[in-house]
């Protein structure tokens, strides 16, 4: 297995690491060859493996790839990382952060749009085995949290994340916060803020059992993900997942080498599980059908080989196939207004209906 240096790594670590690459293209120039940037293919599911102490990881012997500085394809890139890899090591040296926003503006001619240097700072974390944070690059969060929590933030600032129609902004340096103090019998995650916030609305926090509402608002941004795993390691709680039956949303999380330090192992799919759509006689009218790109995204995910180790998750996937339907939360509603809240939540937790 990859050896990762600490998650809070030391400067002279980081720097060093940087060092040792600008040594490898300086050796490669000095013998007249081409330099080359080496790194794992963070987008190859076969470098994934999931185990059940862990979550998801990079498999011991992964694929790579490289960014050589000899193709016209990726030579534009090659100069571009080593570009931010001098602006990394500069902030690291002087002890000052950046988010990747700031990266961007810095030279936008340059790099293009924010995706790219996006993409890049995801591969320079990747190709040195250290976490972004660590590199001194940070994350804007927009992740929401409420419910039965309280924390104290690395300034000194008290956060009280009581359940109400509002909620606590994600904080942005999430492994400066401390003593973390909750009752909650268990974490939910909400993929979609309005589903959060009807949750807010009906007081779900504290109705049936006391609880921790977290939402990505989408995709979840690197924040989220790292509180997720703080309050898993602090809490040792169980953890569900709320989102839409839909191929595109089953698997919200990015492929990247820090998945060992952003996925829980004890994540639970609560719904809304493709069967539901059978067990509660949902109106075929209300339903989504499938496109093209929904069929081909679900046979993506089905070969995936850690799906095979996931019986029950297998056998969901098969349903949505045989379907070919999707459908959002909201669905529920055509049931009852408050339906989620009063009846399908509820019953859910109590009685097991989870995979």
Known sequence: MIRFINFLCFSAEVLEAIENVILDVLKS???????????????????????????LQMIPHYTTKQIRSDCPRSAPKFALMLKILSMIYKMVQSNTYATKRDIYYSDILLFGSQSVVDNIINDIS??????????????TSKGFIAGNLSYTEEDGTKVNCTCSATAVTVPSNVQGIK??????????????????????????????????????????????RLLVRKLWDSFQIPIFTLMDADPHDLFTMSMSFEAHHLT??????????????????????ALIPFTKQDQNKLASIQKRPYIACQPTWKKELEIMAASKLKAEIQVLTSLSSDYLSRVYLPNKLQFGGWV
């Open 29 to 55: 120039l000095a013998q007249n060859r081409a330099p080359v940037l080496t790194l794992a293919r963070r987008s190859d599911w076969r470098n994934i493996e999931f185990k059940d102490s862990v979550g």
């Open 264 to 285: 829980v192992p004890s994540i639970k799919w609560l719904g809304l599980l493709p069967s539901d759509l059978q067990r509660l006689n949902i109106r075929k009218d």
């Open 126 to 139: 990747c190709m040195l085995r250290i976490p972004r944070r660590s590199l001194h690059v940070l994350s």
């Open 179 to 224: 003593n973390l103090i909750s009752h909650a019998k268990f974490m939910l995650i909400v993929e979609k803020d309005a589903t959060f916030q009807r949750l807010l609305d009906d007081d779900f926090c504290s109705k049936l059992f006391p609880c921790i509402m977290i939402t990505g608002r989408g995709i979840p941004d690197l924040n989220t």
